[in-house]
């Protein structure tokens, strides 16, 4: 570009506009038309989707642009240009009325079992990439869009079957997708098998190839034809390009009956807020509606502006002195236009300030918000609601101005006036952002040339930097704080110093109003040379300058955040700091960083491309965002039992990656159909006096208001039901706890619904009550424990006083505290409940018992159970949460639609969800332990105290669980003393490994504890007092198996006595001494993890065509318990079969369970209802194998030979009995039994954020035979991963009442493919032939979740290195190697134990040691 010249882009057309245009609404859909003239304005794509047509692939999982569910591609066509541009986005946020002349793509749009499964969906089936299926159809559609949008750029063509997309971006394809089953990795080689850059042989698992075979051959994958799928109808486009005469002759349109506005212009835009037609409504204006997703609807709008169609929101102006963008444009097409210049600009100050600041974009919520999410919608939310914004941040740094409209003026204020600015009313419009080029030789900004020019003399340097601290490092996690720093710097020829010039320092997100410049600092820091003591005193001004506003969570954290990121920034330039005779301390990465910035050679750190930003950005410590993940499995195939064994696709796998399987959210809402949602308490302990609803838009859609008082005659108030007691369905007069239902809000449709509920004014008095029991603390103070029945309280083992006798050691009471997890299954709680005859209803339920739900709306509404029908397919996962959990919305629903004699149904939205679904047990502990100098221990006694919360529910059972749990090792004695508290806060279920994930815990941390005692490595104590098969039998009296069966020890030595476990153990040792802001550590842990068996139903029946109907207990909760019992059908049919099982294998569909079809069906938990309902499967074919086996024989000898169909329709013929039911009930002596595994975990820690990654993990597990690999492989992956959540990542927080605030994708953060191992192997063990197991097989599902323990332990080990070398010269500090880290180990704990002010002591010992 010459200096005069200047560019314009102007993506909507501008024209002279005199008239309004009313129109309908026309938009595609999977090819369809869909033309609507009347829509509700505040109705999302993702409603209209599910609710008016039959695509029912998006799926709402969290509402908030959080996870993925929902994604769909949308394109739109550019008639000017005839380009179509297609974008994955969010529909939960995108508004209906947005995509006029839009095409929607959904997941059945790529393909479906009639026309044939696109290559994703059968890629996602044969890399067992789906489990209960519920994430599948988004990340199909995020990788979609992906596919597209690499195979129409001009890259070079790649070989056939393959895509354009490089293995990076694949992965990078759905970093902001939440999966809570698989654990990403089957997901993620599904995606990277569509890169041309991947080597096949490195993808895991897959049914195309086997491990190790030489045929890993892109043919033999579902061929992907790069312009397979036309994703614009030809008829969409020339409606669109019919549609522009009009358009061009308007002021606006509108849309839906004057709800939706497009105006042309922003005096068109006021015309139109002035207007009578807006006077005394709702209005809000909108771009993507993203903004939705993180401060929620309150109220229903009555009109909506879009935005988008105005030209000076969206013009693209590039000048010589900058760049200005509309404000409409969107976070992606930003980035894209900071790359574009980045290319052809000539200043590589210029080029470096864009490239951060697309690549700091980049980081911005996840690529399908980004999509819709303008630049103008961030900024206002930021001014008027103080969003913790990343582009304020960086604008500010980067010196960028708004241009703001307020009705007649226009002002162009800087991003600080701005800011300062009262909050901005709905007429203020954002037209523009600029932000200016930074070149040091004609810069436009007037603060820093004046700077410049009078240092022209000097040789000088521009930096610019851009900092996010996040517990995900690919984004789709807001920063505890987020920084940019721009300087200028020169070259003191004289002192060898570098200078600052000129310093703009910005921070946000970290609990201010908005981002703000540390002036402070900066003006300090400015004229001076860049040493260690000016560092020093820089930090210690900063750190009173970022302060956080009262109430943010962790302050100091983000305080000390802002000091590592501009330590960060410039101790690199600092030449004292870099001298290493001075600076013993001085590590190979800062020595790395620093041949970024060589003093002589400055000009090279901007020349930075675009590319390597991100490099760069990391200053040269572990990139998480750039290291592809890579995995190893090894496993066994055992054909004893063929087709049990194999690893087979899961059954299903296809349609729900098409979106075709039937979730209960997905049943077709039956006529006249209304839709409820909970009110509940937000007080912990307290008298309902009333409720009532605001005067509100929503309020004026209640249909009615079900509560207790509308329990039917003969009914009971019941809610929920264990073998240990009961809960209320709704609070009667006073509320036990915050998060208890009140009552169910009913409306028309379930958004209503939501809206509604929301406008409930609950008024409450705690006249006369006691204070609530809101800790465990309290509970204990004032008695209040549930009983635990004597027959599951646990039994002490050996003699603990004689034990602690022995010892030659002592620790005495040390305490640990465990908090809760939630289970975060992909699909919320969910019921339809349909009046039926007589009396009768039925109910679909997403629910892992429905036997129970039987049952307790049979008792609610006071009716027998054979008059309630539960019927499940399937689940969108459970996790232990649709187990009791389920059982309250299943009934409250049922409820609803009895009393109204209409069909009712609800489904609950995250935050709901999250509020009352009570989650994993938080407790406290306290242990005392005896050892021997040689580690081993000879006493342990624990004081448990579990918190329950307000009602029993199978809380009873913890204690039996940890113990068994905690047992894994020989202590020598065990006694403890355990206590359930019944406190006022919502009550605790089993979640996924209940009671084992914390008694292996604990077991851990006092074996810790013991080496950091001793000071010797815990692994080798941890070997010392691993079980003999002599000791497990005391530990683990009935249930210890054969000797031969205890694999653990030889699981244990294998990994952690191994020669490459020694390796990686003297490279971290290495590592470590090398580097001064990472350390490395690693651990060992094992697991012993006891399940029991429980009688379980099965029923198996032959069609007269010869297929086979199954049905079991058990649910398919994503599992594979379906696939599982199918192959066990295929296996035990099979002896009739000449053929064999594996003929019988695609004959055999498992049905949903039906209460009034099979009963007794009990709970699916714990981890054995797969192999239960496979042994009762098997003995229902053994029934109807000795049934035909006389026939077969008869038919033998006059024919020789009959195949199945033959023999099934001769035994019709006969009146032989098809169909054969069993109950299975486990032998008592051997119904439990033990499981063993044991992983290694390797992590690196920020010492500067606190920041951790998994760099490997190493998992074998015992799996007996496996009944399928492909499937016990996805649940130990998941299972791990889910754990690592639960250790490293989700915290579950409650407020002073008791109330859950950690209520959304915002605040609670599952793990995703950036925080999962970046090397994660696992082998199945298969340890043979186990005489009372199934098929000689084990469990799987829940206790892998026990080995990310390792995760944690490693994130010890590094710490503590880390703290060796910190606190070491410091007494005071108690000995820095015994500490206990929390659970979760976020990144404040883990920073908070590498200290704080880790930066200033740095600094500080080195300036007195040199
Ligand atoms: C899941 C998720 C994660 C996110 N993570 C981050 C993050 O990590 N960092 C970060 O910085 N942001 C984050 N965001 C915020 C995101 O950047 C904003 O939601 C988005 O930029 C808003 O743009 P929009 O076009 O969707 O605004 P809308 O939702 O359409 O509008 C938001 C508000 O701004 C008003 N408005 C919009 N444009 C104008 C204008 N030109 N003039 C006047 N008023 C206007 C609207 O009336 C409305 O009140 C996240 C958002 C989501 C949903
Ligand atoms: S449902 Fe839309 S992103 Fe979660
Ligand atoms: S398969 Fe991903 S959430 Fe269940």
Known sequence: MSPEQ???????????????????????????????????????????????????????????????????????YDPVHNRVEEFAVSSCLTLLCSINFCSVMTTEGLGNSNDGFHPIHQRFSGFHASQCGFCTPGMCMSLFSALVKADKSNRPEPPDGFSKLTASEAEKAIAGNLCRCTGYRPILDACKSFAADVDLEDLGLNSFWKKGEKHALVGRLPYHSRNGVCTFPEYLKSEVKSSLDALNNSDYTSLAEGCWYCPYSVDGLYKLLNSETFSGCRVKMVVGNTGSGVYKELDLYDKYIDLRGIPELSVIRRKNKGIEIGAAITISRAIEVLKEDCERILFSSQRLVFAKIADHMNKVASQFVRNTASLGGNLIMTQRSQLPSDIATILLAAGSTVCIQMAAERLVLTLEEFFERPPCDYRTLLLSIYIPCWNYTSNASSEIKESVDSKATKESYLLFETFRAAPRPLGNAVAYLNSAFLAQISLDKISGNLVIDNLRLAFGAYGSEYAIRARKVENFLVGKPVTASILLEAIRLLREAIIPKEGTPHPSYRSSLAVSFLFDFLHPLAKDLAEPKKNIHVDVFNAAARAEYPIDSLNEAVHVSPDKASTYANNGRFDNCDTLLLSKQVMKFSKDYNPVGEPIKKVGAEIQASGEAVYVDDIPSPKDCLYGAFIYSTKPLAHIKGISFRSSLASNKLITFISFKDIPKGGQNIGSMTMFGTEPLFASSLSEYSGQPLGLVIAETQGLANMCAKQADVSYSTENLEAPILSIEEAVRKSSFFEVPPFIYPKQVGDFSQGMAEADHKILSAEIKLGSQYYFYMETQTTLAVPDEDNCIMVYSSNQCPEAAQQVIGKCLGIPFHNVRIITRRVGGGFGGKAARALPVATACALAAYKLRRPVRMYLDRKTDMIMAGGRHPMKINYSVGFKCDGKVTALHIDLLINAGISEDVSPIMPHNIIEALKKYNWGALSFDVKVCRTNVSTKSAMRGPGEVQGSFIAEAVIEHVASALSVDANSIRRKNLHTFESLKLFFEGCEGEASEYTLPSIFDKLALSASYHHHVEMIQEFNSRNKWRKRGISCVPIIHKVMLRPTPGKVSVLNDGSIIVEVGGIELGQGLWTKVKQMAAFALGQLCADGGQYLLERVRVIQADTLS????????????????CEAVCLSCNVLVERLKPLKKRLEEQMGFVSWEPLIFQANLEAVNLSASTYFVPDYTSRSYLNFGAAVSEVEIDLLTGATTILQSDLTYDCGQSLNPAVDLGQIEGAFVQGVGFYMYEEYLTNADGLVVSDGTWTYKVPTVDTIPKQFNVEILNSGHHQKRVLSSKASGEPPLLLAASVHCATREAIRAARLELFSCTESEGSPSIFQLEVPATMPIVKELCGLDNVDRYLETFLSDS
């Open 6 to 76: 200047e560019e314009e882009e102007v993506t909507v057309m501008a024209a002279k506009k005199r008239e309004v245009v009313e129109r309908s609404l026309v938009f595609a859909v999977n090819g369809e038309r869909f033309e609507l003239s009347r829509v509700d304005p505040n109705t999302t794509l993702l409603e209209f989707l599910r609710t008016k047509t039959r695509f029912k692939g998006a799926k709402l999982a969290c509402g908030e642009g959080g996870c993925g569910a929902c994604v769909i591609l949308l394109s739109t």
């Open 1158 to 1173: 099979l009963i007794q069906g009990g709970w699916t938990a714990g981890s054995t209802t797969s192999e239960s309902s």
